[in-house]
């Protein structure tokens, strides 16, 4: 499969626990993306990253939330002290650079907080 | 910044009829816009993109998208639904380089 992976597809957690998700986008795509969504919402913009670099990062990703994207390959974001607001599935895509290309997305991780 | 609305929640149609799902949008400069699909407990697929040139543009599974800069808009739209149509769409805009979605509208096409 070439395509966006992401690993877990789901996870339960309870509150004040940390998790963290893992993200491996298409083999030649420079740029990443962290994206959430909650229920009858559409996807909203996390941060993304251009090969290792994190280039912007959205005042929805508040200081308990962290990613990575060691050596410009796979990602992680880390929640830490979780709440039960973080329930939302968390999404993932990647692309080329260029502005007109589209941003290929992974099946996402369904995070439960309880 | 830009964003996208898509004043329906639910669209409704009878298999084997012509299918619009609607999408405005708000943007400085030249838009780069696009349409995506959302099955159950999926991730996105992409359908088509809006850059420059022919206003109508061609995608996946038999949709099409119609650019009109003098109402901002950027309908998607289908000659004839079948019922695995059946989804979540979503229409986003380019906002450097992040994508800004919709609030999605769901598509049931019945038998």
């Known amino acids: 499969d070439t395509g966006v992976s992401q690993d877990p597809r789901h996870k339960i957690t309870k509150r004040g626990q940390n998790v963290t998700f893992r993200c491996d986008p298409i083999?030649?795509?420079?740029?990443l993306y962290w994206y959430r969504q909650t229920l009858g919402q559409g996807p909203e913009f996390l941060t993304y990253?251009?090969?290792?670099?994190?280039?912007?990062k959205s005042r929805l990703l508040s200081d308990r939330f962290s990613a990575e994207r060691p050596k410009g390959s796979f990602s992680t974001l880390e929640i830490q002290r979780t709440e039960q607001g973080d329930s939302a599935m968390y999404l993932c895509?990647?692309?080329?650079?260029?502005?007109?290309?589209?941003?290929?997305f992974g099946p996402g991780t369904r995070l439960t907080v309880t | 910044a830009q964003s996208v609305a898509q004043p329906e929640d639910q669209v409704n149609v009878a298999e084997g009829n012509p299918l619009t799902v609607k999408c405005t949008y708000s943007?400085?400069?030249?838009?780069?816009l696009f349409w995506y699909v959302q099955y159950p407990n999926r991730g996105l697929q992409f359908l088509l993109k809006?850059?420059?040139?022919?206003?109508l543009v061609k995608g996946s599974y038999g949709f099409e998208a119609e650019f009109n800069k003098s109402q901002t808009s950027f309908h998607l739209k289908k000659p004839s639904a079948l019922v695995s149509d059946s989804a979540l769409y979503f229409c986003?805009?380019?906002?450097?380089?992040?994508?800004?979605f919709g609030a999605g509208t769901r598509l049931t096409v019945k038998p």
């Open positions: 895509a990647s692309s080329l650079t260029g502005d007109s290309n589209e941003q290929y």
């Open positions: 083999s030649e795509h420079n740029r």
């Open positions: 990253f251009q090969n290792e670099a994190q280039l912007e």
């Open positions: 943007v400085s400069g030249n838009p780069y």
């Open positions: 809006y850059i420059t040139g022919d206003n």
């Open positions: 986003a805009v380019r906002d450097d380089p992040p994508m800004r």
